[in-house]
């Protein structure tokens, strides 16, 4: 998988390998990317396949309706699917790809932040089941990932901000001291968005080339996603809190998480508020009560990324030292709220 903008896929498209291209669009992808990216690779012949915006819809039966439309236009096992959108379209584009025909090749071209510099990188596809987030997926690489920074002057400023948890995620991860959270936090996040994806999104290629199938260092992407998966999976389904986005969840994981790595492996307190004050710039605090924690708690319990019963933890023992398979107890869980919400 090569990351690039627009060469190779304009290469791979002049050679004639493909029968047939398909592009992957919701409907707010359709709006504002897909005359653009039309009028940059002059795409011709291609068959539309739209879907419905939403985490709510990163479900089977949305990848039913993609299945049903490769059906419907015979697509065959050289047909190539382009996705064109945020992370929820790549991960259950590349999903539908990759298992309609035992697998056909697909690229991804994110039109999110959080696209750009994570979702559409790593291999990782899937769709949520019942209350778990990606419950069900394969690993699957794109053939390309065409990163163009153009696609977010129309994406809202909550849409953007959203994308920059998984940046400062990727500046807690790294030991490269031009791109440590130190550095980051100096920059401008309108003005230096190119460096900023095309780097941090470089954290996470070279962490996964190393470990494809996350059996050991790519375990260390999951930092502030443990909490953070459970919480975003309880927003959409309690009736006392409103659906929250990927990435005010996993700044909410990432917080506790540090607080949690704090307590267990020493994180510095200065560098934690620090962190702490930074992020709620961007980010508005949210309340949890009891029933609330032990809820997302419960969940906890469930993610996949855990052995049995017990809960699996990427904690720092300071920045860009990630430690994995650290198992909490309940009471530093509730405990790291506490300072979350103080
Ligand atoms: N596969 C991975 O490794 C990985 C990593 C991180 C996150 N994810 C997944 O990514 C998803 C979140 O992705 P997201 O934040 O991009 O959300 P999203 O795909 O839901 O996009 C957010 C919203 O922006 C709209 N949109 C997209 N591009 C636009 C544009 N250019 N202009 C205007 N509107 C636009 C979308 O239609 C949607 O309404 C979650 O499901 C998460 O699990 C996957």
Redesign the pocket.
Known sequence: MKTDRYSSLEKIIKSNMFSSIFILV????H???LDVFIKKTKISDYNEIKII???EN?NINTCIEIWDKLNYFKADRNSLLINL???????IG?FAASTYLRGIRFVNV??????MV?????????V?FKSL??QIGVFSEPLEVVLDSD??????KE?FI??YA?VVKHSLLTNKLELSFDSLSKLDINKDVDFIIENYSEI?NEIVSSDKYESNKRKI?NFGHTIG?AI?SYSHISDSFKPL???ESIVIGILTELYISHKMLGFSLHDLKTIKKHLLNYFIKIKFNGEDLDKIYDLLIYDKKNDGNRVNFVLLKKIGEPIIDQEIDKDLFIDSFTFYEK
């Not at 959108?85 to 991960?91: A, F, I, N, Q, S």
């Open positions: 919701d409907e707010n992808s709006r504002f990317c915006s939403g985490e990163k959108g945020g992370g929820v379209l790549t991960d590349g994110p039109t999110t932040l959080l696209g994570d979702a559409s990188h790593g291999g990782k596809t899937g949520d987030k990606n696609y977010l002057k129309t994406l809202s849409e959203n994308g998984e996470k992407l998966h975003e986005r990927h990435g």
